[in-house]
């Protein structure tokens, strides 16, 4: 992905700045820098926002937020159209505190 966007950027112009790993890890990051994930979950570390890319679907993508301490969204709004549309959304289905469960 480096070595793409170095080349558009000289055939295009193109100006990028990426962000640093450890502010906003992503999959790549919680596959292969252990330390920074028991930070995490210790609560020593708490990145600014974390994307699950580099994980094979999306079930094991919320199982890994879960795991991890990384999950606010109560349960019945895990589906769409389980949420009441009478209700103020967040109050229905944000948790204050982090909804944690073991999966492996």
């Known amino acids: 992905l ?3 966007i170095t080349e ?6 193109t100006r990028v700045k990426t962000l ?7 999959g790549y990051h919680y596959h292969r820098q252990k330390s920074l994930m028991e930070d995490i979950v210790k609560g020593t570390y708490v990145p600014w926002l974390f994307h699950m ?8 993508k919320l199982k890994f937020f879960k795991q991890m301490g990384l999950w606010y969204l109560k349960e019945q709004c895990e589906v769409y ?3 009441s549309q009478n209700t103020n959304m967040m109050e229905q ?3 204050v ?3 944690i469960s073991c999966h492996y």
Do not use: M, R, V
């Not at 558009?8 to 112009?13: A, K, N, R, T, Y």
């Not at 640093?20 to 992503?26: H, K, L, Q």
């Open 97 to 99: 505190e982090p909804i």
């Open 81 to 83: 159209e389980n949420i």
């Open 8 to 13: 558009h950027s000289s055939l295009f112009g």
């Open 53 to 60: 890319s580099w994980t094979k679907n999306k079930d094991n």
């Open 2 to 4: 480096t070595a793409f």
């Open 20 to 26: 640093d790993g450890s502010t906003f890890p992503g």
């Open 93 to 95: 289905c944000c948790s």
